[in-house]
DNA sequence: TAGCCATATGCAACAGTGTGCATATGGCTA
DNA sequence: TAGCCATATGCACACTGTTGCATATGGCTA
């Protein structure tokens, strides 16, 4: 139920088209929510069946005509409404613990932390490079609206950067495991193990 | 995909009914994932039909019958060959983060983080909890079952701990502001300003 | 005896997300 | 000119997860 507040969310800040919120979720809304470009345009849609947006048509030359987004009061209404109910906290869902747990080839497991932290690291990378173009400025001299966006960007990090730590920790855990120790699965240590996918 | 492969890792232990691996998953296993005991039942059966699972009747005096079910050699190959797959990391989805980045009242962004950071509080009791009760030893003294699985409780811990800290880092910043900012909600102050991107 | 709880299993409907496919404009390049 | 890319929008289906409801055994307690 939260991808719709996510776009009511964006559309508070200024008028835009589906597409735009799409890019949207690679940058700075990426930090907080995603979604394809699909699942924009549904809720779109629906936001608008709904009374919560309106759009207008704008049409381009060089480029397809395109629907301008905008917040109705009503839409208004109920992201404020939302904002100031209860979060719902997610259950954790982690597949990367489900196999560390499961077991397996200890290079297998090896190979996938690794994996993890090198993502962690482009991660943090990123955030990097929108603190760095986003919130050049300290912390007391941002606005407020700003200082709350630096704080979601701020979640990002000090997440990855524990999970990097995490990672290490691991690596060397794991590293110090025999060649193959599954639960209870083939148990061989076999000269093969077929790389998957 | 996975929740299939949780339970196929769960019955690679040892055999297991439905409510069992249900009440797994409020303890080691909730630190993994998470499902109602519907989708559990749900998931089970389509094991059993896919043959990757199978189960025995099992008649009790003073409760139910249970169905207790064991993998297969098909579930066991099944298993062996998720775990060999690269691991799919799933995108970023913070309600709280949301409604961070959306504003609103000062005061409701406070004990949204306050609560937050009470849950990771409370994850985190737990957690030592479990410590302290299935590993107790070393590390260097424990299985390698055991390392691994201890592994994916220090995930949860650091990564706990590291949201405390943040939510201390928000509380600060928070408790700062003024007392209503909402993006471009109710209590405008001024020209908003819409910044692109 | 009535109600609650733990044990034990499940169906059905719906909401939310993901994936594949489809369509159209027009610029740039091989 | 053919193909690719960015822009721009969307449908249909499948899968995953949530919620409400249903059923049954038997112990414990008010």
Redesign the interface.
């Given at each position: 139920m939260?991808l719709r507040?996510?776009i009511?969310?964006a559309l508070?800040?200024?008028d835009l088209t589906g597409y735009q919120i799409t890019k949207?979720f690679d940058?700075?809304l990426?930090?907080?929510?995603?979604a394809s470009h699909q699942q924009v345009y549904r809720e779109l849609a629906k936001l608008a069946d709904e009374g919560l947006a309106s759009f207008e048509m704008e049409a381009q030359t060089g480029k397809p005509d395109r629907k301008i987004y905008s917040?109705t009061t009503a839409g208004?209404d109920d992201?404020?409404r939302?904002?100031?109910e209860?979060?719902?906290?997610?259950?954790?869902?982690?597949?990367?613990?489900?196999?560390?747990?499961?077991?397996?080839?200890r290079d297998?497991?090896l190979e996938?932390v690794t994996?993890?932290k090198a993502?962690c690291r482009a991660a943090l990378a990123e955030y990097q490079a929108i603190a760095k173009r986003?919130y050049p400025e300290r912390?007391e001299d941002m606005?407020?609206?700003k200082?709350?966006?630096y704080?979601?960007l701020?979640?990002?990090v000090?997440?990855r950067?524990?999970?990097v730590?995490?990672a290490e920790?691991?690596e060397q855990?794991?590293g110090d495991?025999?060649q193959s120790?599954?639960?209870?699965?083939?148990g061989d240590c076999g000269p093969d193990?077929?790389?998957?996918?």
């Open positions: 939260s507040y996510v009511l969310t508070s800040e200024q949207e940058l700075v990426g930090n907080l929510w995603s917040l208004k992201l404020s939302w904002i100031e209860p979060v719902l906290f997610a259950p954790t869902r982690n597949a990367l613990l489900v196999k560390l747990y499961a077991g397996g080839n297998t497991l996938h994996c993890f993502n986003y912390l606005e407020e609206w200082k709350r966006a704080l979601t701020r979640y990002g000090t997440q950067e524990a999970q730590a995490w920790e691991a855990v794991i495991l025999g120790d599954d639960t209870a699965l083939d193990q077929a790389e998957a996918n």
